[in-house]
């Protein structure tokens, strides 16, 4: 639970590859998660190309920092596997935060960078990666070995916890 508990937002990354075994960990803890029908409705683009990268931090005006990160992913919706989008934001929220939850357990930091339902940023991701009819970017998660001093928050709030009626 730790991990759950003290998991960050990370924007400042050291200069260091992440491991190809850290990765697979990270994207197994992805395709462990839930989804509606068991469909697993998600596309996962590894990127660690530091041009690459480059070019998704001005994608978006809060990814700046992407480019100093070890690795970026790129987390899409297949419409092949669910046709709803609505249902597939579903599902990759569950696979993205398992990612963020085994990065924090592997020493690694993580951002969340949204991307959908914003058409200038889905569609300039959709256009740079070439993406296939019915593969659709949602958003993107940077990685990285954590090179910021990170405050845990805990955001527990019981003013927003009824039972049994509101």
């Given at each position: 639970m730790d991990a759950i508990f003290n998991r960050t937002s990370v924007r400042k990354y050291k200069q260091k590859s992440l491991k190809k075994e850290e990765i697979d960990l990270i994207l197994k803890a992805a395709?462990?998660?839930?989804?509606?029908?068991?469909?697993?409705?998600?596309?996962?683009i590894v990127v660690e190309n530091k041009d690459t990268l480059k070019d998704l931090s001005q994608m978006t005006p809060y990814a700046s920092f992407l480019k100093d990160a070890a690795m970026g992913i790129v987390v899409c919706a297949d419409k092949s596997k669910n046709d709803s989008l609505d249902y597939c934001q579903q599902d990759l929220a569950a696979a993205t935060e398992n990612m963020l939850v085994e990065a924090k357990s592997l020493g690694i930091g993580s951002c969340w960078l949204g991307v959908y339902p914003n058409e200038e940023r889905y569609l300039a991701l959709n256009q740079y990666f070439k993406l296939p009819k019915g593969i659709v970017p949602m958003w993107m998660i940077s990685f990285g070995y954590i090179d910021q001093e990170e405050v845990a928050k805990d955001k527990f709030d019981s003013s927003k916890v009824h039972y049994e009626k509101y």
């Open positions: 395709f462990s998660a839930p989804s509606a029908r068991n469909s697993q409705p998600w596309q996962f």
